[in-house]
């Protein structure tokens, strides 16, 4: 089968791979949508959590041997330990995940556990199943902030993680979201599903500031322009320093959370968030032209918030 696999740092290379062989336990899924992941242009250019060879690919939906429409869960966990049993199993110390630790979407078919195949609901398409873990990522982060109705939230980077924050606060009541971005593609994207204010910079204080972007900037401004006793959390990972004024987060009583994967509830409930979401910003590329689309992305020659490969983007 067709596969795009990771070969070496910043290298990505389409080729003709053995089937997988679905084990005991593990279903073999017909991949139709996967979202390439800006962990993975990241990771690709910087090896150390994903290693090469590797097919990458952790967001994507297909249909099962039996002709079923799934959604794949990619956090495999251990299942015993007292993490697992409280229902954190996104925490587990054995946690893994499939595109990192194991075959991923960004070929023709992948095999999965079968736990990790959920229903997908049939009026999510291909493209916006993709989307689905994502957005789950988002809906995290705000039941992390205890977001709620009347919240002033500001998001900081508006790629496909910060976008779905945005909607996820806006579905969750918040009173006004305010986004970030460099790029004027990104902030477009951003005012057509709701942002009230879409710039390069903050200029208030905000009850829930989002950081989707992790540079040490960005987390600079998460406790500048929260609101003393505010929350910010952080979902990006673009650069290791910290980068925040320490003293003002003690003046201020302010918090600042890491956000990393979401609950089985999270998940299953973030398809929801999707329902007649505008997602124009959602572009399916051939999996064909897999390592140039990704190879474009790595380099910035390629800038849609988010890109899919497909066998048919066409059909996704
Ligand atoms: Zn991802
Ligand atoms: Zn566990």
């Known amino acids: 089968m ?6 070496a740092p910043g290298e990505l290379e389409m080729r003709d791979v053995p089937d997988p062989e679905p084990a005991d ?14 962990s993975e242009l990241h990771g690709a250019r910087h090896p150390g959590f994903r290693v090469p060879p590797l097919i990458m690919g952790h967001e994507f939906a297909g249909l099962s041997d039996n002709g079923d429409r799934v959604l794949i869960n990619p956090i495999l966990s251990c299942g015993h330990c007292s993490l697992c049993g409280r229902g954190l199993r996104y925490l587990c110390a054995d946690r893994a ?4 630790h194991r075959p991923g979407g960004f070929a023709e078919r992948v095999a999965v556990p079968a736990g990790a195949a959920r229903p997908l609901p049939d009026w999510l398409s291909w493209s916006e199943a993709a989307v689905v873990e994502p957005a789950a990522n988002a809906v995290h982060a705000w039941n992390l902030a205890r977001g709620g109705p009347g919240h002033r939230v500001a998001v900081l980077g508006c790629g496909a993680i910060g976008l779905l924050c945005l909607l996820t606060a806006l579905a969750g009541g918040a009173d006004q979201v305010e986004v970030t971005d460099l790029s004027p593609v990104r902030l477009a994207a951003a005012r057509r599903l709701g ?7 903050l200029t208030g204080e905000y009850d829930v500031v989002i950081d989707a972007v992790g540079s040490a900037v960005t987390r600079a401004l998460s406790v500048q322009h929260q609101r003393p006793g505010g929350v910010a959390v ?3 990972l673009a650069e290791q320093a910290a980068g925040f004024d320490a003293p003002a987060l003690v003046r201020g009583e302010k918090s600042v959370l890491g956000s990393f994967g979401y609950t089985d509830d999270e998940f299953d409930g973030a398809t929801a968030l999707l329902r007649d979401a505008n997602l124009s910003w959602v572009v399916p590329y051939p999996l064909a032209a897999g390592a140039q689309i990704f ?3 790595m380099n910035g020659r390629l800038d849609p918030v988010k890109a899919l490969l497909s066998p048919e983007p066409g059909r996704a």
């Open 2 to 7: 067709m596969a795009l696999v990771f070969t």
């Open 25 to 38: 336990g593990e279903v073999l899924v017909h991949v139709r949508a996967a979202g390439i992941c800006g």
């Open 97 to 100: 995940l499939i595109g990192v």
């Open 195 to 201: 942002a009230a204010a879409a710039g390069t910079t």
């Open 234 to 236: 952080w979902l990006g």
């Open 295 to 297: 190879t474009e992305l």
